[in-house]
């Protein structure tokens, strides 16, 4: 099997939305990334670092799902990271109450010796200069380096980000952060703009409204399944990285034409992740449930169109 390398935060989240509020729950990029690429045929394994205070029920829920987390690492008498969030009515946007790094603060990452051929690595947001020191680990060049980053780095890690994003093949963002980073408002333009910078592939999130991939000239668009209820946002864009990184590690094709169809994956499982606080609808979530939602993306995607 192919392998993906993973690295992120696992971490706990307080979540407060208009329907509702947790405690301290399963969180972190790279536990969203982990539970979405686990619909996969593949090897995956996490890198990141938590505290002893992470519960023994969570690193089995990660490992029951063959994730492997010989790169976890464990900080005796540490905390695990910690963000709270308040989303507004809307859901797009969230104020974050708390961010508390802990163990996070000091992490040095280790790629375990069988990951170090990765064929597929993910890059989950985390400091630019943890990003990438990961690739210099590497000892085979993976045939895709896919880069997830936000607006706070952008904002106080700038150099690092712009060193990172010239070693990568895709990169990840919401509308905001490609305007932000590009410095232009049309996204064809900022997509453009961000090619310039090293990534082959420049892939847009434009949350309930779809996603955009870019590939020099050509563009393709996948909308948003129209959902009944949408619950909690938060995870969704790792959700849907783990979708895209998970079906692109399985399918060994890089091309533009085969990203089409892991955009397609990764937008159907990031539905399923809003539906319910944190990871709880992806620990429940069912094969069978994904192959019924991705008929509907079938369903509403494809038809024929008669030219006059």
Same mark, same amino acid.
């Given at each position: 099997?192919? !392998? %993906?390398?993973?690295?992120? &935060?696992?971490? #706990?989240?307080?979540?407060?939305?208009?329907?509702?509020?947790? =405690?301290? /729950?399963?969180?972190?990029?790279?536990?969203?990334?982990?539970?979405?690429?686990?619909?996969?045929?593949?090897?995956?394994?996490?890198?990141?670092?938590?505290?002893?205070?992470?519960?023994?029920?969570?690193?089995?829920?990660?490992?029951?799902?063959?994730?492997?987390?010989?790169?976890?690492?464990?900080?005796?008498?540490?905390?695990?990271?910690?963000?709270?969030?308040?989303?507004?009515?809307?859901?797009?946007?969230?104020?974050?109450?708390?961010?508390e790094l802990n163990v996070l603060a000091d992490f040095q990452p280790k790629v375990?010796?069988?990951?170090?051929?990765?064929?597929?690595?993910?890059?989950?947001?985390?400091?630019?200069?943890?990003?990438?020191?990961?690739?210099?680990?590497?000892?085979?060049?993976? !045939? %895709?380096?896919?880069?997830? &980053?936000?607006? #706070?780095?952008?904002?106080?890690?700038?150099?690092?980000?712009? =060193?990172? /994003?010239?070693?990568?093949?895709?990169?990840?963002?919401?509308?905001?952060?490609?305007?932000?980073?590009?410095?232009?408002?049309?996204?064809?333009?900022?997509?453009?703009?961000?090619?310039?910078?090293?990534?082959?592939?420049?892939?847009?999130?434009?949350?309930?409204?779809?996603?955009?991939?870019?590939?020099?000239?050509?563009?393709?668009?996948?909308?948003?399944?129209?959902?009944?209820?949408?619950?909690?946002?938060?995870?969704?864009?790792?959700?849907?990285?783990?979708?895209?990184?998970?079906?692109?590690?399985?399918?060994?094709?890089?091309?533009?034409?085969?990203?089409?169809?892991?955009?397609?994956?990764?937008?159907?499982?990031?539905?399923?992740?809003?539906?319910?606080?944190?990871?709880?609808?992806?620990?429940?979530?069912?094969?069978?449930?994904?192959?019924?939602?991705?008929?509907?993306?079938?369903?509403?995607?494809?038809?024929? /169109?008669?030219?006059?």
């Open positions: 099997m192919n !392998k %993906l390398l993973i690295v992120g &935060t696992v971490a #706990f989240d307080a979540i407060e939305t208009p329907f509702g509020k947790t =405690d301290k /729950i399963l969180g972190g990029a790279a536990t969203y990334i982990g539970l979405s690429a686990s619909f996969f045929n593949l090897k995956a394994a996490i890198v990141s670092v938590v505290g002893d205070d992470f519960p023994q029920e969570h690193l089995d829920l990660l490992t029951e799902r063959n994730i492997d987390i010989s790169g976890l690492e464990i900080v005796q008498g540490g905390k695990t990271f910690f963000w709270s969030g308040r989303y507004h009515n809307d859901l797009n946007s969230r104020d974050t109450l708390v961010t375990p010796q069988d990951y170090k051929n990765s064929d597929v690595v993910l890059l989950g947001n985390l400091h630019p200069l943890v990003q990438s020191s990961v690739l210099d680990q590497m000892e085979v060049q993976p !045939k %895709l380096v896919v880069l997830d &980053t936000m607006n #706070f780095w952008m904002d106080c890690a700038l150099p690092e980000l712009l =060193d990172v /994003i010239k070693r990568v093949d895709v990169i990840t963002i919401n509308d905001e952060e490609a305007r932000q980073l590009s410095g232009e408002y049309s996204l064809v333009k900022a997509a453009a703009k961000i090619h310039t910078m090293g990534p082959k592939y420049v892939v847009i999130k434009k949350g309930e409204h779809g996603a955009l991939l870019f590939h020099n000239k050509e563009v393709f668009f996948a909308p948003a399944l129209p959902l009944e209820e949408v619950f909690d946002p938060t995870g969704a864009g790792d959700t849907f990285a783990g979708g895209f990184a998970g079906y692109i590690t399985q399918s060994e094709n890089i091309s533009f034409e085969n990203m089409k169809n892991a955009i397609i994956y990764g937008s159907n499982l990031a539905s399923f992740c809003v539906e319910k606080f944190g990871t709880e609808r992806m620990v429940d979530l069912e094969k069978e449930e994904v192959v019924n939602r991705l008929k509907q993306f079938r369903a509403l995607t494809q038809f024929d /169109i008669a030219l006059q």
